[in-house]
C-alpha cells in the first residue's frame, strides 16, 4: 500500500483547519451581533436604552446598535458609556 490512511489524513489537515477557523470566526460574528434581535422596541428617538454588549469601541457592534435604531424608526444609532454601563443612544 503506497499510500496508507494516515498519510491521507495528513493531506487534509490544513483544508481542515481552514474550514474550522473559518466556522469560529463566523460563529463570533454571528455572537457579538446576536443581541440586535433583542433589542427593546419600546425606546424613543433621542433615549439610550442599556444593553450590556454594546461595546462603543467595536465597529460591528456600533453597526447592530445603529440597526437597532432604524427598525425602531430613529435615525440611527451609536454604542454609548453610561455611567459604568454600557448602551445604545438612538438619534433623534
Given at each position: 500500500m503506497a499510500c496508507g490512511y494516515k498519510a491521507a489524513a495528513a493531506r487534509d489537515v490544513p483544508g481542515v483547519l481552514l474550514l474550522l477557523l473559518l466556522l469560529v470566526a463566523s460563529l463570533a460574528?454571528?455572537?457579538?451581533?446576536?443581541w440586535v434581535g433583542d433589542y427593546a422596541s419600546d425606546h424613543g428617538c433621542g433615549k439610550t436604552f442599556m444593553e450590556a454588549l454594546?461595546?462603543?469601541?467595536?465597529?460591528?457592534?456600533?453597526?447592530?446598535?445603529s440597526d437597532a435604531c432604524h427598525y425602531n424608526g430613529c435615525g440611527g444609532g451609536r454604542?454609548?458609556?453610561?455611567a459604568t454601563a454600557r448602551g445604545c443612544y438612538c438619534k433623534p
Open positions: 460574528t454571528v455572537t457579538r451581533c446576536a454594546c461595546d462603543p469601541a467595536d465597529a460591528a457592534q456600533n453597526r447592530a446598535c454604542c454609548v458609556y453610561v
